[in-house]
């Protein structure tokens, strides 16, 4: 079963520095995407950032970017220049791409302030 | 274009009775997924719906069930609740033949279980 680690339960940030959230995966497929998903207080959660595993180019969106180490089983993402709006809950997710099915699995998540 | 629709938001119910929340994904997608979220436990897949079909299970008793009709609303139930059943219960929809199958979420309905 595929598994998907956030080691750091809560993170701090001050406004327009940068700061990188950790993801780890386990999974024996080859061919599956990872996401990185944002819950603000408001609860509805968005899609922040996505990166095939077929792709070596790491993604990026605007201040948002990824360090994918398929080797390793690493998924990190760096924020930029962050934003008080920044301050939200970050789950890391996992899909096998094959499976017909559009299940993710998640990681506990990280819990990201930013410090005016 | 609306977004995805849960309804209630909130409730509160008693240990016994049973709940069923709703879903409206948005319009055109297919594929509707539920999620468990608690604090403990974090998000946990209940089930996943396309084209009236459930399509995938997780690890959940069978006291929870779903369903999606034709119009892709999808339903779901969960009958002789729990305190342990106290969650944020998120629904997601998804446009059947995206490569990556992004999941938008709606703002979830928060239950109560006393």
């Known amino acids: 079963a595929q598994t998907v680690t956030q080691s750091q339960p809560e993170m701090s940030v001050q406004e327009a520095e940068t700061v990188t959230l950790s993801c780890t995966y386990d999974?024996?497929?080859?061919?599956?995407?990872l996401f990185w998903y944002k819950q603000p207080p408001s609860r509805q959660m968005i899609l922040v950032i996505r990166?095939?595993?077929?792709?070596?180019q790491n993604a990026t969106e605007n201040r948002f970017s990824v360090n994918f180490q398929k080797a390793a089983k690493s998924f990190s993402l760096k924020i930029s220049d962050s934003q008080l709006g920044d301050a939200a809950m970050y789950f890391c997710a996992y899909r096998f791409s094959g499976a017909g099915s559009y299940q993710l699995t998640f990681g506990k998540g990280t819990k990201l302030s930013v410090i005016p | 274009k609306a977004g995805v629709t849960q309804t209630p938001r909130y409730l509160i119910k008693t240990r016994g009775q049973q709940v069923t929340l709703s879903c409206s994904p948005i319009s055109g997608h297919r594929s509707v997924s539920w999620y468990q979220q608690t604090p403990g436990q974090g998000l946990q897949f209940l089930f996943e719906y396309f084209s009236e079909t459930q399509r995938n299970k997780g690890n959940f008793p069978g006291r929870f069930s779903g369903r999606q009709f034709s119009n892709s609303r999808s339903e779901m139930n969960v009958s002789t609740l729990e305190l342990g059943d106290s969650a944020l219960y998120l629904c997601a929809s998804s446009r059947q033949g995206a490569n990556t199958g992004e999941l938008f979420f709606g703002e979830g309905s928060r239950l109560t279980v006393l």
């Open positions: 990166q095939e595993a077929y792709k070596q």
């Open positions: 999974t024996s497929e080859s061919d599956y995407y």
